[in-house]
């Protein structure tokens, strides 16, 4: 079991930046993948970035260049640093813990909200 903890959300304009951070309740270093998501209403959640244990990272298309995926296991937190942001990145953002076992045990955080005005 993993507790996640979304911090960082709120109100931005366009073309600013801000940086969300994901505490874990124990030592992420076991943990397979850890990711963002996100979900605009009336929409379905989406990937936004991963990282894995190893250090490898993904993104959606829509966010390559802009955003980036990093993860701290001493600190036992995942940040998701966003510049340049867009009116579509307004969304809640989850955080997400995928560990592999004898099945995938996904944990998700509460999410935080993203605004990005025009």
């Known amino acids: 079991q993993v507790q996640l903890v979304e911090s960082g959300g709120g109100l931005v304009q366009a073309g600013g930046s801000l940086r969300l951070s994901c505490a874990a309740s124990?030592?992420?270093?076991?943990?397979?993948?850890m990711g963002w998501y996100h979900q605009a209403p009336g929409k379905q959640r989406e990937l936004v970035a991963t990282i894995t244990s190893g250090g490898i990272t993904n993104y959606a298309d829509s966010v390559k260049g802009r955003f980036t995926i990093s993860r701290d296991n001493a600190k036992r937190t995942v940040y998701l640093q966003m510049n340049s942001l867009k009116p579509e990145d307004t969304a809640v953002y989850y955080c997400n813990a995928k560990v592999f076992g004898e099945l995938v045990y996904n944990y998700w955080g509460q999410g935080t909200q993203i605004t990005v005005s025009s």
């Open positions: 124990r030592s992420i270093v076991s943990i397979n993948v």
